[in-house]
């Protein structure tokens, strides 16, 4: 391939455009990464995605054990997220939100199973 030098080279031409809903499922695996184990009865986490240009802002919503350190958990996932992104989609990442969704408790799922014994 030679490069045409009013056009420039080749592999500098064109554009490649990835789909928001892409973005928003490479998001959600590295919440699940970030997360580590999704609580017993409790769904695994998802996210929507705001892309402008190069720049994306995550929102994630997901559901923690009880008790559990939240702060650290929440800044894993932001963490992971961010990398992820960044590494995969060459975007920049300039904000990701976590939304804790529910926190499940042995002593609920405890009642949750007796309730469908009885």
Same mark, same amino acid.
Request: net charge positive.
């Given at each position: @391939?030679?490069?045409?030098?009013?056009? %420039?080279?080749?592999?500098d031409r064109g554009a490649t455009r990835i789909a928001d809903r892409v973005v928003a499922k490479i998001a959600a695996q590295a919440a699940r990464e970030g997360v580590g184990t999704v609580p017993d009865g409790g $769904?695994?986490?998802?996210? $929507? &995605?705001v892309v402008h240009r190069?720049?994306?802002?995550?929102a994630v919503s997901l559901e923690?054990?009880?008790?559990?350190? &939240?702060?650290r958990?929440?800044?894993? &996932?932001?963490?992971?997220v961010r990398t992820r992104v960044e590494e995969?989609? %060459? @975007?920049?990442v300039h904000e990701v939100t976590v939304h &804790?969704?529910?926190?499940?408790?042995p002593l609920t799922r405890q009642d949750a199973r007796r309730d469908r014994v009885s």
């Open positions: @391939m030679t490069a045409d030098p009013a056009r %420039g080279p080749v592999r $769904s695994r986490p998802h996210a $929507s &995605v190069d720049v994306v802002r995550v923690l054990d009880y008790p559990a350190d &939240v702060g958990r929440c800044g894993a &996932v932001r963490s992971r995969l989609v %060459g @975007m920049e &804790v969704e529910r926190l499940h408790s």
